[in-house]
């Protein structure tokens, strides 16, 4: 965090990142001074309206963050930055966004919780765009342009007016993670799933002790439960509140009752019932210490592929059973009519030795099993998922015999394929697992 003293003394000369929070009403003119080398301007947690017409003097600036602020409007002079790629503007009030607002040079756009219902038919001239978070607005299509960003691979639509899902969506060559929960078309599956799986329980049955983690839709403790004059270690999840990244709370609490058991899966135990300020939260039981996340999310320059530690190795077995332990749970969950929709290495917990869970549902969104050509076609925007992480494992992997790398690499081929229809379900991502694990 730096300050406006700080900016106004000189003392920032020659940064690439600046961060602003200190209630400010108008933009700093001293940050034009920083021209010749800003690339990344955060100033979230203010109370600006709009930005100088003759922001595009910052020639460099590739990221720009103005969430939790005051803007109605998506600025127009933001589509004149030459080198503006990252735009996130999440929970203003936003309801117009103008076509002039977006550069050509677009490859992320966040406009979480606000009150867009409508996006500019020139999105679709964005063909660098990779991912596009449009969840908790008004929103109830999608222009057909969108269909023109063949690198898109990323979309969080949930919690907006949806009566259908965009059918052109599921032929997008490199969709990949897809949110959609909270729309009126699915609203029947996700009440159906609350109504017959979500179990209660009070919050005078936990006493909460040290804060594991925090996550971008809530914060996770250790506590304990007391059960039947019983008592066990258990993790609690509160929210954050109504509106998270991915979606809203309460789908997210649905899909994992409905998830149900499977030991590659992180358990629910329940929801929380009559917390003293009205939270939401879940009971969930508690992962050992041994299990570590198996990579770090996105990173600003990767945009849609996690971050892993630079010296990390997999052993052969050690990267088969991860694979055939997440490959299994998503089937699992698939026939449960859940799409994860965030199966990436940054939501697998794993040790050493290959034991894996995949956590994190709150992304997840619920499909009608009945309807066959649709779930098929959802389910195959996993396979690609899967595909990536598998890509990822392999290359830091270097204990495989060249037959075991032959078949692996042929497996990674057919779920990245562009034509959705054509690549496998995980019935044979599965069998071909087991086959390599007896070849390897």
């Known amino acids: ?33 920083l021209s010749d080398s800003l690339e990344i301007l955060d100033l979230t947690g203010n109370h600006l309206s709009s930005l100088p017409d003759d922001l595009d003097q910052l020639t460099n600036l590739k990221v720009i963050f103005c969430s939790q602020n005051q803007f109605t409007q998506l600025p127009t002079v933001l589509g004149r930055c030459p080198s503006l790629s990252m735009i996130g503007f999440k929970s203003n009030q936003i309801s117009e966004v103008p076509s002039a607002s977006l550069p050509s040079k677009l490859r992320w756009l966040i406009l ?19 991912k596009l978070m449009l969840a908790g607005n008004q929103l109830s299509e999608l222009p057909i342009s969108l269909a023109k960003c063949q690198r898109l691979e ?5 919690a907006n007016q949806f009566q259908m899902l965009p059918a052109w969506l599921l032929s997008l060559p490199r969709l990949t993670w897809l949110a959609f929960a909270g729309n009126p078309f699915v609203h029947q599956l996700e009440q159906q799933a609350i109504d017959v799986t979500m179990i209660g329980i009070d919050w005078h049955q936990l006493e909460l ?3 594991l983690g925090e996550g971008a839709s809530g914060l996770i403790y250790w506590a304990t439960l007391r059960q039947d004059e019983k008592t066990r270690p258990v993790a609690v999840k509160l929210f954050k509140g109504a509106m998270t990244s991915d979606g809203l709370p309460l789908c997210e609490m649905a899909s994992t009752m409905k998830a149900g058991h499977h030991l590659a899966l992180t358990q629910t135990i329940g929801r929380i019932q009559n917390h003293p300020s009205g939270a939401d939260g879940l009971v969930m039981s508690l992962i050992p210490d041994h299990f570590t996340n198996l990579a770090g999310p996105p990173s600003l320059e990767s945009c849609t592929r996690d971050v892993y530690p630079s010296d990390i190795q997999f052993s052969s077995s050690e990267l088969l059973r991860i694979a055939g332990a997440i490959a299994d749970a998503v089937q699992h969950l698939h026939q449960q009519g859940v799409m994860h929709g965030d199966l990436y290495a ?10 894996a ?8 969104s619920f499909f009608d099993v009945a309807d066959s050509y649709q779930a098929q076609r959802l389910q195959r925007l996993e396979v690609r998922a899967f595909g990536c992480l598998l890509e990822e494992l392999t290359e830091r992997c270097h204990s495989l015999n060249s037959s075991v790398q032959i078949v692996l690499r042929a497996l990674i081929e057919s779920c990245l394929q562009p034509e959705i229809s054509c690549r496998p379900s995980f019935d044979d991502i599965c069998g071909q697992l087991r086959h390599i694990e007896r070849i390897a």
């Open 154 to 158: 990323l979309i969080r639509i949930a």
């Open 1 to 33: 965090m730096h300050t406006l003293e700080q900016l106004r003394a000189g003392e920032l000369k020659g940064v690439r990142r600046l961060k602003l929070c200190c209630g400010l009403t108008e933009f700093p003119r001293e940050i034009f001074s």
């Open 346 to 355: 940054h939501n697998i917990l794993s040790t050493p030795t290959g034991d």
């Open 112 to 130: 979480t919780d606000n009150c867009v219902k409508s996006l500019p038919e020139n999105i679709g001239d964005c063909s660098a765009l990779q």
């Open 209 to 211: 002790a040290e804060l």
């Open 357 to 364: 869970l995949l956590s994190d549902y709150g992304a997840a």
